[in-house]
């Protein structure tokens, strides 16, 4: 092993604003981040509503922004720093969250925010020129070209965090993509790629948000046992890497080691491997071209059993189709998808609707978003809005429905 050289080059803190903090991907970005404090500090940390948790954070990070989305929560964590030896300065409301993306001390921004509410934060850091370490799917769904226009134009350097894309990304070739014959983004299947058709109806909660291989939020839990997780991944993939949905094929891969493959003309298959843990991807982001130390063990090949590949059931899953149809359709079927998903999914986990009726749900506002592609954020949020009342109108004569029966 060599011995540490002076190499020349001047290394510059970098300030790091993690959007949704509290979240299981703003947990694993701090503990990243914790490993290199030479390396990287941290600008401002937001959460919706969760104080004690923020609070524990700002302790051990010292930011210099906290943002909580919640106005009374804001003043409860103001209240709890005032007490405490930290001097981080809390700010509230949802403009908060696009002032610190943006702000001049941050470099690189985690969007880590979950749904449609992580849109104009991310916009933001992206308009700003900012390293975007983009989780937030939704937000690329709903704003496909409108996004990746915001990062060209403004100079902003897009880096995936989802672990397909991030492989995908790590498999691409280093410019362009000469060569490349097809993605092959892998899912695991969920929680229930074997359980009995018939017993669907019947999945609570605790057991969609119990996924095999990922420790994840709930939303993403349950987009990973109706799929529309991988149906959201395929779209995002095509935002990111510029192909057409025809050039993406979903790899079930049971065991989550492959996190996704680029096969190309000359027969080469390139992926990326390693054990399921999201500090990976972060990791990567963050210290782009270079590698640090993520704290994820090393693949250990001895104890991997064996590694499976099945083609994806898409009448078990309909969402994984209706994701496809939709960026066939256009953007407004897109964000429609995004917006009754959302609903649906709140809905299932609040116990109003049960487990197949989210693809019903789904569905029947996908056939009210007209063709096409909005062209200003303006007309984003508008389809956004009508589409997530259209699916709170589905569930209220669902309702109906099932009381009359
Ligand atoms: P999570 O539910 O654990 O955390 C969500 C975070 O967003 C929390 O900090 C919460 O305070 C914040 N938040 C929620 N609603 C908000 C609102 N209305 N306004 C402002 N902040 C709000 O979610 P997660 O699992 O960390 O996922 C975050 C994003 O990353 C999602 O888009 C998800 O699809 C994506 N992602 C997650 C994983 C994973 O392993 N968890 C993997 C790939 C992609
Ligand atoms: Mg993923």
Redesign the pocket.
């Known amino acids: 092993m060599q011995t540490a050289q002076y190499s020349g080059s001047t290394s510059v803190s970098k300030g790091v604003t993690i959007?949704?903090?509290?979240?299981?991907?703003?947990?694993?970005t701090l503990d990243v981040l914790s490993r290199h404090p030479e390396k990287y500090h941290v600008v401002a940390l937001?959460?919706?509503?969760?104080v004690d948790k923020l609070f524990a954070q700002c302790c051990q990070f010292n930011p210099q922004f906290a943002v909580m989305?919640e106005e009374g929560a804001a003043s409860q964590l103001e209240a709890k720093l005032e007490s405490s030896e930290c001097a981080t300065q809390v700010l509230s409301g949802?403009a908060a969250?696009e002032t610190v993306a943006a702000s001049e001390q941050t470099d690189y921004v985690m969007a880590?925010?979950?749904?449609a509410?992580?849109l104009l934060p991310s916009l933001a850091a992206a308009k700003a020129g900012k390293r975007v370490m983009l989780?937030?799917?939704?937000?690329l769904v709903m704003s496909g070209k409108l996004f990746m226009d915001a990062v060209k134009h403004n100079g902003a350097e897009l880096l995936p965090?989802?672990?397909e894309h991030n492989a995908i990304y790590q498999s691409m070739p280093v410019n362009g993509k000469a060569g490349v014959k097809r993605i092959l983004l892998t899912g695991s299947g969920g929680p229930f790629r074997q359980r009995p058709l018939d017993t669907l109806s019947s999945v609570t909660p605790e057991e969609a948000v119990a996924h095999p291989n990922?420790?994840?939020?709930?939303?993403?839990?349950v987009?990973s046992a109706t799929m529309m997780?991988k149906g959201?991944e395929v779209i995002e993939a095509c935002w990111l890497f510029d192909v057409p949905s025809s050039d993406i094929q979903v790899v079930i891969h049971p065991q989550s080691t492959i996190h996704s493959m680029v096969s190309y003309v000359d027969g080469s298959v390139i992926a990326q491997l390693g054990n399921p843990d999201?500090r990976t991807p972060i990791a990567y982001s963050l210290a782009y071209p270079e590698r640090i130390d993520s704290g994820v063990d090393e693949l250990d090949f001895f104890k991997t059993a064996r590694l499976d590949f099945e083609t994806p059931d898409f009448a078990r899953f309909p969402c994984l189709q209706f994701a496809y149809d939709a960026h066939e359709i256009g953007g407004y079927a897109s964000i429609a998808l995004n917006a009754a998903n959302e609903i649906a999914v709140e809905s299932f986990l609040d116990k109003h609707i049960n487990f197949t009726e989210i693809p019903q749900l789904i569905e029947n506002v996908l056939q009210q978003a007209p063709s096409g592609t909005p062209l200003v954020l303006e007309e984003i949020l508008v389809q956004d809005r009508v589409s997530r009342q259209a699916a709170s109108l589905w569930i209220k004569n669902n309702k109906k429905r099932t009381t009359v029966l």
Do not use: H, Y
């Open positions: 959007l949704g903090a509290t979240g299981s991907i703003g947990v694993s937001t959460a919706n509503s969760q989305v949802k969250l880590a925010i979950v749904g509410a992580g989780a937030n799917k939704e937000a965090i989802d672990s990922w420790s994840m939020g709930r939303k993403i839990s987009d997780n959201l999201m």
